[in-house]
Structure formats: structure tokens, C-alpha cells
Nanobody
């Protein structure tokens, strides 16, 4: 089993930055296959970034070059550094670990 605890998020102006953190605990905790989804109002939940099985990182096209997913194996924690934020990045961001472990979600609002 895995428990995921998120932190970070909040309100930021367009062009600003935020960092999300997600710490995994439990018998299956590791940063492998961890990442972030997001869900905007009225839209489906979508994958933002994920550490893959080959230890590479997948990024959704709209966030490439702006978001960076990194991990700390010793702490079983992943970080999503979000730069040059846009209003369309506004969503609830969910940490996840494959196959089906989820955090509680954290709100990110980009607005002036």
C-alpha cells in the first residue's frame, strides 16, 4: 500500500512559479511511476508529468519547457516545479503513483 501526501499550490499571478511536493509512504513507496494529474473545472483529469519505468520523464505537451518533475529517492518524494504559469494551468493537481494511488489534490490558481 501507498499513501501520498501533497503540499504546495495556491494562488499565483500569470508568469509566476509554484512548487508542488508529494511524499509517498507505505510498503510500496518509491518515486517510480509517480507523477501528477490535473483537473480543471468542467474538464477531464489529465496527466501532466510522470516518472516512467525507465526513469525518464513524460510531460504533457502544453507544459514542456515550463514544468519540471524531479524526485528524491531517499525521501520517496517527487516535486513539480511549475514556472511561467498561465491561467490555463489553473486546476486541482493530484499526485499519483501507478497503478492506482492518489493524493487528496491541491488547488493551483493562476490569476491576476
Amino acid at each position: 500500500q501507498v499513501q501520498l501526501v501533497e503540499s504546495g499550490g495556491g494562488l499565483v499571478q500569470p508568469g509566476g512559479s509554484l512548487r508542488l511536493s508529494c511524499a509517498a509512504s507505505g510498503s510500496l513507496a518509491s518515486i517510480k511511476f509517480m507523477g501528477w494529474y490535473r483537473q480543471a473545472p468542467g474538464k477531464q483529469r489529465e496527466l501532466v508529468a510522470q516518472i516512467t519505468g525507465s526513469d525518464s520523464t513524460y510531460y504533457r505537451e502544453p507544459v514542456k519547457g515550463r514544468f519540471t518533475l524531479s524526485g528524491d529517492n531517499a525521501k520517496n518524494t517527487v516535486y513539480l516545479q511549475m514556472n511561467s504559469l498561465k491561467p490555463e494551468d489553473t486546476a486541482v493537481y493530484y499526485c499519483f503513483k501507478a497503478p492506482n494511488y492518489w493524493g487528496q489534490g491541491t488547488q493551483v490558481t493562476v490569476s491576476s
